[in-house]
C-alpha cells in the first residue's frame, strides 16, 4: 500500500524547522532515515532549517533568543519558495509558487527535557497516531505522527501553506472527526482549534468567534474570569497548533523579509549581520486578520501584551515589536481568519517543558510493547518494550515500567521498584546488579565525547523555581532533599546563576560509567526519599562531589542528535536480528518484507547483517528451513529494488548447482555456505539482474525442502509394498489396467498444498465424478520381452506419442516436468522399477528384475489445465497399475495417496493431495492434514443418501468454458506470498479451512442450499489466492447462471477450464452446451486380465457430525 491512499495530493515540500544549528544535523538525519524507509507522506522536497539567532550559549538552561514562530514561519517558507524556485530555473525567488504548491511546516517548538534528542524522536502509542500502519515499521514518533497528521489535515486544500508544532499532540483522525473542509475564496488562514478546559484555557491561546466561523480575536493567557464570561460551556476553543495559510496570505508573508525589520526574521537577515527579531505566529502575524482587533490595540501590543510578558521581554523588544507590527497591519489588510475546531473527542496535549512527565507524555505512552510493526505482549505484563535489546534480567514490584531505545547485556540485573521510565541506557558491555528506584524518568544522552545519565521524579516541575512550595526533585520537596542529601544550594547553581530550578541544577555525572551513574543516582535518590536509606548515599557523596557535573538543560543543549539516532538505528537492527533468531523455528508471524525493504533503503551494511545471520539460522535443519531459504529470496528481491527483472525463473545456474545438489543429499551445512560464498559475489557486482537471479536459487533450495518435508509422507506408504515371497507375478503381456474418475473440489482447495498443508493443516471437500458416463482417467502397463521401457501417451484426438527408452539416461530427466513423458518417468522410478543410482544399466536391471521390458500407456479425456485433478490422478492411476504389475496387492487408498503425494515432489510440479483424495477415492470426502510431519492426510467419507446422491447427479452442471489456467503457474507466487506471511493470504488459507469443514457440514444434512452457498464463496476466496482467474466471459457465464443456482465456482485451484454449478433443480437449462456429471461412488478400479482386482475403492472412516465438530475445534 502506498502513502498516497492516505493522502489525495503529496506535499510539494516540508519544511521542518528547529531552534539551532546543534539540533539541525540530527533532525535532518531522523528526516533522512524516515524519508528514505519510506516513512513519510510523499513529498518532493524535505528540508531541515535552523532559526535564525544570534550565536551564544544557552543561559540559565534556556536558549538564546530567536525569531519566535512567527519569524520561524516566514523563515521556513521564504528557504521552501527559493528551494523550489532554484528547481525551476528561476533567477530570482518566484513567490507565485506558492499558488501551485502544498507546503507544510513543521516547528519542533520548545525544548522537551523528557525525551533524549528531543520531540521528534518522543515514542508514541501506535493506536493514538496518524501513522498508517504500513509505514509503522519503526516504533512512531511524535515526528511521524505530526507529518502524517497534516496530511490527513489538509487533504482537502491543493495548495498553500500548512503549519503545525510537535508543541502539541493531536490525537489520530479516527479521533479527530474529518479533515478540514476546502477553503474558500474569501479564507485567508484557517487557525484549527480544540475545545479546553477552562482552567487549562487560562494558560494558552484563546480564539474567540461569535458566528463559529470567522475569528473575532486571539488572546494567549485569558484570565479565569474572563473565560467564564466569554464561554458560556466549561470549556474555551483553544489553538490547537495547526493553521493554514491562503496562497494570497503566504505570497504577502514572504514579501515581508524585504521590509525592516522583519528582514530579521529570514536566513538573510542574519547573513546580512542585523541582530534577530522575534515574532509571534498567532500574536503577530495572524491577529491582524481577526475582525475585532483595532489598529491601535495591535500596534501597542495590547492584545498580546499578556503574550509578551509572560516571556519577559525587555522594552527594547517592546519598541522593535510595534515597529514590526505597523508594517504586518499595513500589509496584510484585506485578509480574514477562520476558525476550524477540530471534533470527535480531541483534547489539548500540550508537551511543555514546564510540566511534569506523569501529566505531559505519560498518557501517551504505548500502552504495550511494540515489535516492529506489531504490538506484542512482553515477558511480563508490567513491562513496556520498544526499540531494545534485553538480554538480561529486569524485574519489576508489580508496577508499569516503560523500557525505550535501550540495550541491557546479558550480564545486568535491573531491579525496578516501583513505575520507572527507561530511555535510552546502553549497559551492553558492562556486569551490574542494579536497584533503581520507581517513579523516576531515566535518561541516558549522548554527548560529544561523553554519556550522561540524567533522572527526574514523574511529578517534577523541570522549570519551577527550587523555592517554590510545589518545587520537587525525584518526587520530593526541595528542603527534604537538601537537608537528607547534605547537597548544598552551591554544589547545585553557581552565584551567577538567576534561574534555580532542576532544568538547570548542575547534578549529573558525564564521564561515568553508565552503570555507575545509575548506581550513584539510586543511592542518592533513595536518601532523599528516606531517613533509612542514608548509608549508601554517604559513601558516594564524596565521589559525587568531586566528579564534574552536569545540569539536565546542558545535557539536552549539549545532545548529539545524530548519534542518538544511529545508536536507535543499531538497537533496532540488532532487535530485529534477535527476533529473527527467536522465531526462527515459527512457521508464520508477521511479514518480513516491510523490515527487509527498510533495512535495503538504509543501506548494504544492514541487509548484510541480516544475511548472514539468516544464513547462521539455516545451518541447522528445522521444519522452517524452507521458509528460511524464502526469507532470503525475500531479502535479496528487495535490494533488487524492482529491477533485474521477474522474481519466477530458472534455477539450475552451475555456480548454484553443486549447492543444490549438496542439499538434496542432506547436506545442508554445506550447501548453506556454498550458497551464500556465491550469494555475496552476485551482491558485490552490484548488478540487480544477478539478485533476482540469486533469490530465484534460494527459491529452488526451498522447493528442495519442501519436497523432502512432503517425502515424510512416505511412511504412510512403505506397507503398500510387500516382500518378494508375498508377491502375485503377472505373465508377460497381461496387461494390469487401472481407471480414474476425476474430481470436483468443492470447498477447501489450496489448503492441500505443501507447505500449507502441514505448516497451517489442510482440509479439502471433494467428490469424485464420471465426466460423459465415463472415469477419465486411465493407465495399464504390461512386461513385454524387449529389454527396453516403451511409453504410450495416448491422446483421445488420435495423436498418440509412442516413447522408447532404453537407457538409464533416458529416464534422468524425471525432474522436468516439460520434457517428455516425466510423469511416466517418476512413477517407475518411485514404484522402484529400476534404480537410477545402480551401477548396472537400464537392459541390466530389467533382466535380472522382471525378465524382460515394461509398456506403460497413459490416457486423459479432460482437456489440459481441466481444473478437474487429471495430472495427479493419471500419476496415482499409473502408480496402481505399476504396483499391481510388479506383484504387490492393489494399494489401500490412504498408500496411494500418500504415494501420489511423493510421485509429484519427484516430478518437481509440488502438488498437493485434494486431486488424488478427490478422483482415486469414491464418493463424497473430506479430506484433512494435521499441522506437522511427517505429512499426513485423513480421508473421510461422507454418507449419502440416495435422494442427495439423485439430487446431486441431477442438479450438479459442468460446463467447458475453454479458458484454461495450469495450477503450476500459480503455486510458485502462492508460496513466495504464504513465506511472506501476506496477512490477506493467511487469513485466506485459514477460511479456506474453515469453509471446507463448514460445507462437509451441509453434505451430511443433505442441505444443498446450504452447499451451493458455500462453493460460491470458495470461488470468491480462490480469486483472491489466484487473482485474475475469472476471466471477462466466465464472470458473464457465471452472471447469466446466477438465477438457476445455489452456487457455482470454476474447478480446480487456480480455477480452470472447467465451470461448475450446483442447480436449484434438475431442470435442464436451454442454450448450453453440457458435459454430463454424475458422481463416482467406486473411484479408482484396478484390472488384470481383464478380471477386476480392485473394485470400489473407499475408506473405511466415516465423517460423523461428532467427528466433524472435533475437526472444527482442532483447527481454532
Known amino acids: 500500500m502506498s502513502s498516497k491512499e492516505h493522502s489525495s495530493l503529496q506535499w510539494t515540500a516540508i519544511v521542518v524547522t528547529c531552534a539551532s544549528e546543534n539540533l539541525r544535523g540530527g533532525v535532518e538525519e531522523e528526516c533522512r532515515r524516515l524519508s528514505k524507509g519510506g516513512l513519510l507522506p510523499d513529498h518532493d522536497l524535505l528540508v531541515v532549517v535552523a532559526d535564525p539567532m544570534q550565536p551564544g550559549s544557552p543561559q540559565g538552561g534556556r536558549p538564546v533568543p530567536g525569531v519566535g514562530s512567527g519569524g520561524a514561519t516566514i523563515n521556513?517558507?521564504?528557504?521552501?519558495?527559493?528551494?523550489?524556485?532554484?528547481?525551476?530555473?528561476?533567477?530570482?525567488?518566484n513567490s507565485e509558487l506558492v499558488h501551485h504548491s502544498r507546503i507544510l511546516v513543521v516547528h519542533l517548538g520548545r525544548m522537551l527535557a523528557h525525551c533524549p534528542g528531543g520531540a521528534a524522536l518522543l515514542r508514541l502509542d501506535p493506536q493514538l497516531t496518524c501513522v498508517p500502519p504500513h509505514v509503522q515499521i519503526t516504533p512512531p514518533t511524535l515526528l511521524q505522527h505530526t507529518l502524517w497528521t497534516a496530511t490527513k489535515l489538509s487533504e482537502n486544500t491543493a495548495c498553500g501553506v500548512w503549519i503545525t508544532s510537535l508543541d502539541t499532540f493531536l490525537p489520530s483522525i479516527s479521533v479527530m472527526g474529518h479533515p478540514a473542509p476546502s477553503p474558500g475564496p474569501g479564507v485567508g488562514a484557517l487557525v484549527c482549534t480544540v475545545q479546553t478546559p477552562l482552567d487549562v484555557a487560562t494558560q494558552h491561546g484563546v480564539v474567540l468567534s461569535r458566528?463559529?466561523?470567522?475569528?473575532?480575536?486571539?488572546?494567549?493567557?485569558?484570565?479565569l474570569e474572563d473565560l467564564k464570561?466569554?464561554?458560556?460551556e466549561e470549556s474555551a476553543?483553544?489553538?490547537?497548533?495547526a493553521v493554514y495559510l491562503s496562497p494570497p496570505l503566504t505570497e504577502t508573508l514572504l514579501?515581508?523579509?524585504?521590509?525592516?525589520?522583519?528582514d530579521r526574521c529570514t536566513y538573510y537577515g542574519m547573513d546580512s549581520g542585523v541582530p534577530s527579531l522575534q515574532v509571534s505566529l498567532y500574536f503577530d502575524l495572524l491577529l491582524p486578520l481577526c475582525s475585532d482587533v483595532s489598529h491601535e490595540e495591535y500596534v501597542n501590543g495590547q492584545c498580546g501584551a499578556t503574550y509578551a510578558q509572560a516571556a519577559n521581554y525587555s522594552p527594547l523588544f517592546q519598541q522593535e515589536s510595534r515597529s514590526a507590527r505597523l508594517q504586518i497591519w499595513k500589509q496584510l489588510q484585506g485578509f480574514n481568519a477562520f476558525v476550524y475546531p477540530l471534533g470527535g473527542e480531541v483534547k489539548h496535549h500540550y508537551l511543555g517543558m514546564n510540566l511534569p512527565y506523569k501529566d505531559s507524555l505519560l498518557s501517551l505512552l504505548p500502552s504495550s510493547s511494540i515489535l516492529y510493526n506489531e504490538r506484542c505482549e512482553a515477558d511480563s505484563g508490567n513491562t513496556v518494550i520498544v526499540n531494545t535489546v534485553l538480554e538480561g534480567n529486569i524485574t519489576t514490584c508489580g508496577e508499569k515500567a516503560y523500557i525505550f531505545d535501550s540495550w541491557i547485556g546479558r550480564d545486568v540485573s535491573l531491579s525496578l521498584v516501583g513505575p520507572s521510565v527507561l530511555n535510552g541506557l546502553w549497559l551492553m558491555d558492562c556486569a551490574a546488579s542494579l536497584k533503581i528506584p520507581g517513579g523516576c524518568v531515566w535518561q541516558q544522552y549522548t554527548l560529544a565525547q561523553c554519556n550522561v545519565v540524567t533522572c527526574h521524579g514523574w511529578t517534577?516541575?523541570?522549570?519551577l523555581h527550587h523555592e517554590e512550595p510545589t518545587a520537587t526533585i525525584f518526587n520530593t520537596s526541595w528542603s527534604v532533599f537538601l537537608s537528607r542529601t547534605r547537597i548544598q544550594r552551591e554544589d547545585l547553581w553557581e552565584n551567577s546563576c538567576k534561574v534555580q530550578d532542576l532544568l538547570s541544577a548542575k547534578i549529573f555525572l558525564p564521564g561515568l560509567p553508565i552503570a555507575e551513574q545509575i548506581s550513584i543516582f539510586s543511592a542518592l535518590i533513595r536518601a532523599a526519599c528516606s531517613d533509612s536509606q542514608q548509608e549508601d548515599w554517604k559513601s558516594k557523596l564524596v565521589k559525587w562531589r568531586a566528579s564534574s557535573r552536569m545540569s539536565l538543560a546542558e545535557a539536552i543543549f549539549n545532545c548529539d542528535v545524530k548519534k542518538v539516532i544511529q545508536t536507535q538505528e543499531m538497537i533496532f537492527l540488532e532487535s530485529f536480528k534477535q527476533y529473527l533468531i527467536k522465531t526462527a523455528d515459527d512457521l508464520g508471524g508477521m511479514s518480513l518484507i516491510p523490515l527487509f525493504q527498510y533495512f535495503v533503503k538504509r543501506g548494504l551494511a544492514p541487509v548484510n547483517q541480516v544475511l548472514h545471520t539468516l544464513h547462521t539460522l539455516l545451518h541447522v535443519p528445522r521444519l522452517s528451513t524452507s521458509r528460511l531459504f524464502s526469507n532470503v529470496a525475500d531479502l535479496l528481491g528487495c535490494l533488487a529494488q524492482g529491477k533485474g527483472g521477474l522474481r519466477s525463473g530458472p534455477a539450475g545456474n552451475p555456480l548454484w548447482r553443486s549447492a543444490l545438489v549438496e542439499l538434496k543429499k542432506g547436506h545442508q551445512m554445506e550447501a548453506v555456505q556454498q550458497m551464500l560464498d556465491v550469494c555475496e559475489d552476485w551482491i558485490s557486482s552490484g548488478q540487480p539482474e544477478n539478485l533476482i537471479r540469486a533469490a530465484r536459487h534460494y527459491e529452488r533450495a526451498s522447493q528442495i525442502v519442501i519436497s523432502q518435508q512432503v517425502e515424510t509422507a512416505d511412511v504412510h506408504v512403505s506397507p503398500m509394498w510387500v516382500s518378494p515371497e508375498v508377491r502375485h507375478s503377472v505373465g508377460v503381456g497381461v496387461w494390469v489396467e487401472a481407471h480414474s474418475p476425476a474430481r470436483l473440489d468443492l470447498a477447501g482447495g489450496w489448503t492441500d498444498t505443501p507447505p500449507i498443508c502441514y505448516e497451517q493443516g489442510g482440509a479439502v471437500l471433494n467428490i469424485a465424478i464420471k465426466v460423459n458416463k465415463k472415469k477419465p482417467i486411465g493407465a495399464r502397463a504390461r512386461f513385454i520381452p524387449e529389454l527396453q521401457v516403451v511409453c504410450v501417451l495416448r491422446d483421445c484426438s488420435g495423436g498418440d506419442m509412442r516413447l522408447t527408452w532404453s537407457k538409464?539416461?533416458?529416464?534422468?530427466?524425471?525432474?522436468?516436468?516439460v520434457s517428455p513423458g516425466a510423469l511416466v518417468k517418476a512413477v517407475l522410478l518411485y514404484s522402484r522399477l529400476v534404480d537410477l543410482s545402480h551401477p548396472d544399466s537400464l537392459a541390466s536391471q530389467l533382466k535380472d528384475k522382471y525378465g524382460g521390458g515394461v509398456e506403460v500407456e497413459v490416457w486423459s479425456n479432460l482437456p489440459q489445465g481441466s481444473g478437474l485433478g487429471g495430472s495427479s490422478l493419471l500419476a496415482g492411476t499409473l502408480l496402481a497399475a505399476l504396483v499391481v504389475l510388479l506383484g504387490h496387492p492393489p494399494p489401500a487408498p490412504s498408500h496411494l495417496v500418500h504415494a501420489t503425494l511423493c510421485v509429484e515432489q519427484w516430478l518437481t510440479t509440488g502438488g498437493g493431495w485434494q486431486d488424488q483424495v478427490g478422483g482415486l477415492i469414491g464418493g463424497a470426502k473430506l479430506g484433512f492434514s494435521h499441522r506437522g510431519t511427517p505429512l499426513s492426510v485423513t480421508t473421510y467419507q461422507i454418507p449419502l443418501s440416495l435422494p442427495c446422491l439423485e439430487a446431486l447427479n441431477g442438479q450438479l452442471l459442468l460446463i467447458y468454458t475453454g479458458k484454461v489456467r495450469l495450477a503450476r503457474n500459480l503455486l510458485q507466487t502462492v508460496i513466495r506470498n504464504w513465506y511472506a506471511c501476506d496477512h490477506t493470504l493467511t487469513k485466506c488459507f485459514s477460511e479456506l479451512r474453515f469453509l471446507a469443514m463448514q460445507a462437509a457440514g451441509t453434505m451430511l444434512d443433505g442441505n444443498l442450499r446450504g452447499l451451493g452457498s458455500c462453493i460460491s464463496n470458495y470461488w470468491r476466496l480462490k480469486k483472491m489466492?489466484?487473482?485474475?482467474?475469472?476471466?471477462?466471459?466466465?464472470t458473464k457465464l457465471m452472471v447469466s447462471l446466477e438465477d438457476h443456482c445455489h452456487g457455482m465456482s470454476l474447478a480446480g485451484a487456480g480455477g480452470g477450464g472447467y465451470l461448475y454449478a450446483l442447480k436449484t433443480s434438475q431442470e435442464c437449462l436451454e442454450g448450453l452446451t453440457c458435459d454430463h456429471v454424475e458422481v463416482d461412488q467406486q473411484g479408482l478400479e484396478v484390472w488384470v486380465g481383464g478380471e477386476k482386482v480392485l473394485e470400489r475403492s473407499q475408506v473405511e472412516e466415516t465423517l460423523t457430525r461428532a467427528k466433524l465438530n472435533t475437526l472444527i475445534q482442532e483447527c481454532k
Open 1025 to 1034: 489466492v489466484a487473482s485474475g482467474c475469472e476471466p471477462g466471459m466466465v
Open 211 to 223: 458566528d463559529s466561523q470567522h475569528i473575532n480575536k486571539m488572546v494567549y493567557r485569558m484570565p
Open 460 to 463: 517534577d516541575h523541570l522549570a
Open 237 to 241: 476553543s483553544v489553538i490547537s497548533g
Open 76 to 93: 521556513a517558507m521564504f528557504v521552501a519558495i527559493e528551494r523550489l524556485s532554484a528547481q525551476h530555473q528561476h533567477t530570482t525567488i
Open 229 to 232: 464570561k466569554t464561554f458560556r
Open 808 to 817: 538409464l539416461d533416458h529416464l534422468r530427466d524425471y525432474d522436468n516436468p
Open 255 to 262: 514579501g515581508l523579509h524585504t521590509i525592516p525589520p522583519l
